[in-house]
């Protein structure tokens, strides 16, 4: 399983845009990039998967250059409910499904 | 439609005794994954069931051991408890294998081994 760099922590204030770089050097030609969010003391919940190029929906968009090495997580105008820990992970579609967590990226929002 | 859901909530156990965790996968769903998050870790895989087979695991002892009923729902056991296995215990279904497939997480068992 391809392994992942991330930020340890990152800070914010409310009405910016927050982008989350992950590093993933050995990503193999079948790895899809998953975002997941997790609050304290909750399971983690997707927020958006790729390929490659750009992935847009509701709550955040997914940049992936064309040499799939890295990727960004991009959250337009966080609010204090985005404080959460981010975890960017990279997962082969084979015979069997496993997320592999490293320790994610903490995003504090201050007012 | 009704999401992941785990029972109990809270636990404490002693060191050295048996402890069952269950969890509800959301309908649909024939995958259910395991995780084990200690305090300030991300998740660690466990294991994952699929149409009641065990499907792959993750680098955790014989002790930690599960099912999968006809209904999807999931069970995990662990035996003769260590201090180290006080963790929040999550489940995640999911509506196939393969990485791609989103995870519906539960709100987890939160185990404390004293």
């Known amino acids: 399983l391809a392994k992942t760099t991330q930020p340890i922590s990152m800070d914010s204030y409310e009405g910016q845009e927050v982008n989350i770089t992950c590093s993933h050097n050995?990503?193999?030609?079948?790895?899809?990039i998953t975002w997941y969010q997790q609050f304290p003391s909750q399971g983690p919940r997707f927020i958006i998967q790729?390929?490659?190029t750009k992935v847009t929906n509701e709550v955040a968009s997914l940049f992936i250059p064309a040499d799939r090495k890295s990727s960004t997580l991009s959250l337009p105008r966080v609010s204090l409910s985005d404080t959460a820990v981010y975890y960017c992970?990279?997962?082969?579609?084979?015979?069997?499904?496993?997320?592999?967590f490293g320790k994610g990226t903490m995003l504090l929002v201050s007012p | 439609e009704t999401g992941v859901t785990q029972s109990p909530t809270h636990l404490i156990k002693t060191r050295g005794q048996q402890v069952t965790l269950r969890c509800s996968s959301q309908?649909?769903?024939?995958?259910v994954s395991w995780y084990q998050q200690a305090l300030g870790q991300g998740p660690q895989f466990i294991f994952q069931?699929?149409?009641?087979?065990?499907?792959g695991r993750g680098n955790f002892p014989p002790r930690f051991s599960g099912l999968q009923f006809p209904n999807y729902s999931s069970e995990l056991n662990v035996n003769a408890l260590e201090l180290d296995d006080s963790a929040l215990y999550l489940c995640?279904?999911?509506?196939?294998?393969?990485?791609?497939?989103?995870?519906?997480f539960g709100p987890g068992t939160r185990l404390t081994v004293l």
């Open positions: 995640a279904s999911s509506p196939d294998t393969g990485a791609h497939n989103e995870q519906f």
């Open positions: 050995n990503i193999a030609t079948n790895d899809y």
């Open positions: 790729g390929y490659k």
């Open positions: 992970l990279v997962g082969e579609n084979s015979g069997y499904s496993t997320l592999t």
């Open positions: 309908s649909g769903h024939n995958t």
């Open positions: 069931y699929y149409r009641e087979e065990e499907n």
